[in-house]
């Protein structure tokens, strides 16, 4: 690993385990549903954070991946398509709710957020930042976790 890769996995490390200290003061407070709502959107947060210091840069690996890197791998999928999925359909709905009220700019907006929402969910992100490689990526994930 290069010494930036090192610098990088240690920084997200140290930020995980400042959420995971958070995560827990809102599990076990006292609050409310504010703090309810900020771990529902924190603990995804979490896992990402930790997937992308331990795991992410396995993909080009020829090492098999272990149990643990499995188990996260198919927990962050779910968690992935869940959240997304639903951010995806309540922006298709929100794209029929203004095409109802012929509300065409605000329609266009949703339906955009709509489908980019469900390509992230089933796809997931790639390497570019563009949507070019996000299929590709998937697949060779795919391929390594099953």
Not at 8 to 26: I, K, N, S
Not at 70 to 94: D, E, K, N, P, T
């Amino acid at each position: 690993m290069e010494r930036w890769e090192i610098i990088e996995r240690y920084t997200l490390l140290a930020v995980g385990m400042v959420l995971l200290l958070l995560d827990a003061w809102l599990l076990f407070s006292s609050g409310g549903h504010t703090k309810a709502v900020a771990l529902v959107f924190l603990v995804p947060f979490t896992f990402w954070v930790f997937w992308q210091s331990l795991y992410e840069d396995n993909l080009d690996t020829s090492d098999p991946p272990t149990r643990g890197e499995r188990v996260m791998f198919s927990l962050w999928v779910w968690a992935r398509r869940l959240v997304l999925g639903s951010a995806s359909a309540l922006f298709a709905f929100g794209t029929w709710h203004a095409l109802r009220g012929q509300e065409l700019l605000v329609a266009g907006s949703s339906a955009v957020f709509a489908v980019m929402a469900g390509w992230v969910a089933i796809y997931g992100g790639g390497k570019s930042r563009s949507m070019s490689d996000d299929r590709r990526v998937h697949r060779q994930r795919m391929k390594r976790y099953k």
